[in-house]
């Protein structure tokens, strides 16, 4: 018999059933759908994903790369040696917001001129005179007449030659470097090719502001900040160009000649038995000075040079670059403080290869030798600061001597006692043997009168920036002092003198202590504090003696 539904029950295979499954199945996939439709309107399609720079950010990366390599080309390989007239020169073209001429005279200063508006600057760098070119002109005097001429072409070709070098420059480091950060060829092709175009665009704002009349409107820097005042106006240097001419010559010849001089000085063969020093002082920022101190240290073959100060002329930072030939020389280099030299000038010599500073008495074994030295207290530049005289001097000359006293009582006596004004070098009577100075610009000799032999040498330097201001040159001194290896005792010294500016004689003159003299009996105590020994002999000649002195 067939069973009957009871009511209300639903066949599991009925539509309603199937409904009800299906409404359910809606229900649990909501969340599904809901998800799938946020995605769908909020996430980026599959392709969009991998991050795209914008534009604007791609070009000034590539700008900046671009200036960044044309710098680092110009910075490597952009210069140029070019002869200017009698002069070499370094040009290079660097970066810059305002533009103009740099032409940097080391180690007087720097002159800038407005010759132009544009991202890039010209710098020259003035080397040396050659001696070749320079001879040439003061042996044909005719061609100052073209040298106006030649100096244009000269810096004509240079330009030329620097641009092309400079283009090269640009697009070599522009390239290089944007292979290194991009590492694909068209991406580096095309900062090397934007390279180029900055530069000539640069070039031809530069052509097109050109301003050839800039020269008579020029700012000094450094030193040269007083050349106004010393060489006078520019304009009317443009207005009477026959006498600027004429002045020109000779400023040619005279430093000529002054080069020639100091290369021909007589060479000398000493006595390996005797120490050989090279007495120097005041050299007041004459740059010919270091070439004369090389020649007589190769010719005497030297052993230890003295500067007894005023290396410099205003102590300022800007002139500290004038020392560093100091570790070219080829002998020790011994030097106490003038007073034209600053505390700053001193730190930065101290920290000069192969020079030695002497202050406050200290004492130093250099060359065989026992040195010792005290700087000058006063610093005359500084104008905000009284000057006290000799009572400044002299007690700086106790300090010296006070260390003298105590390197004798240490069993390590002094041979030589240095200090730049010879009133302070005066205190050392007694207690040294040999007391050097300078300061005065001429030479003295004599014997202080409990025996030490007091030697003031004159300018080294010729006066140095003061050589042209009087109408007699000073002359260019330095000595060589001879003292027996054994007992540091002072055989003979020679005084060399070259003419200043403009005069090209050279003069050796040998002395001899009287005691050292033919035919003279030396006493027990010669050469030593406390036997006077007034004067001296001199033999002036053009070669000295070879020889022990």
């Given amino acids: 018999m067939a069973r009957v539904a009871p009511p209300g029950d639903t066949p599991p295979g009925s539509p309603v059933l199937r409904l009800l499954r299906a409404s359910l199945a809606r229900v649990r996939g909501l969340p599904a759908a809901f998800l799938r439709d946020y995605r769908s309107h909020h996430t980026a399609p599959t392709s969009t994903l991998t991050h795209t720079p914008h534009p604007y950010a791609r070009a000034v990366g590539l700008i900046a790369v671009t200036l960044l390599g044309a710098w680092l080309g110009l910075l490597i390989v952009g210069s140029i040696h070019a002869p200017v007239g009698p002069v070499d020169t370094n040009m290079t073209l660097r970066p810059s917001l305002s533009g103009g001429t740099k032409i940097n005279v080391s180690p007087l200063g720097a002159l800038e001129l407005r010759s132009h508006y544009a991202p890039i600057r010209l710098d020259v760098d003035v080397d040396r005179l050659d001696p070749v070119r320079a001879q040439a002109l003061v042996d044909h005097p005719e061609r100052f007449a073209g040298l106006q001429d030649q100096v244009t072409r000269d810096v004509v070709s240079g330009t030329g030659t ?198 406050d008495g200290r004492a130093v074994s250099v060359g065989g030798l026992r040195i010792a030295g005290v700087g000058d207290p006063q610093f005359t530049p500084d104008r905000s600061v009284v000057a006290e005289g000799d009572f400044s001097e002299r007690t700086a000359g106790g300090k010296l001597a006070d260390s003298l006293r105590t390197q004798r009582l240490a069993g390590t006596p002094v041979d030589l006692a240095l200090a730049h004004n010879p009133v302070a070098a005066a205190e050392a009577d007694g207690l040294a043997p ?7 610009h001429h030479r003295e000799n004599s014997v202080l009168p409990r025996g030490t032999r007091l030697m003031v040498e004159g300018s080294t330097g010729g006066g140095g920036l003061r050589a042209v201001q009087g109408k007699k040159p000073a002359p260019v001194q330095a000595s060589v002092l001879y003292l027996d290896r054994g007992t540091r005792h002072l055989q003979a010294w020679d005084e060399i003198t070259l003419g200043g500016l403009g005069l090209s004689s050279a003069e050796v003159s040998r002395h001899l202590p009287k005691e050292n003299l033919p035919g003279a009996t030396p006493s027990p105590g010669t050469g030593s504090p406390g036997t006077p020994s007034p004067g001296g002999s001199a033999a002036r000649t053009g070669t000295p003696s070879p020889g022990r002195p």
């Fill in 162 to 359: 620097l641009a092309f070098r400079s283009c090269v420059a640009v697009v070599s480091g522009a390239t290089a470097l944007g292979l290194a950060v991009y590492r694909r060829p068209r991406r580096a092709l095309a900062a090397g090719g934007l390279a180029l175009a900055l530069l000539a665009s640069s070039g031809a704002a530069a052509y097109a502001t050109w301003n050839p009349k800039s020269v008579l409107e020029p700012k000094f820097s450094g030193l040269l900040s007083s050349a106004p005042s010393v060489v006078g106006s520019a304009r009317s240097i443009v207005s009477d160009f026959d006498v600027y001419q004429k002045e020109l010559a000779r400023l040619v010849t005279n430093v000529t000649k002054l080069y020639e001089a100091a290369s021909t000085l007589p060479a000398y063969e000493p006595d390996p038995t005797t120490i050989r020093v090279l007495h120097v002082s005041d050299i007041h920022l004459n740059p010919a000075a270091w070439q004369i101190v090389k020649s007589l240290v190769k010719q005497y073959k030297i052993d230890v040079i003295v500067d007894t100060g005023d290396t410099m002329d205003h102590g300022s930072a800007a002139e500290n670059a004038f020392l560093d030939p100091v570790a070219t020389l080829g002998a020790p280099y011994v030097w106490v403080r003038g007073n034209h030299d600053s505390a700053a000038t001193q730190k930065y010599l101290a920290t000069r290869k192969n020079a030695t500073v002497l202050d």
């Fill in 434 to 440: 040999l007391a050097l100075a300078g300061h005065i």
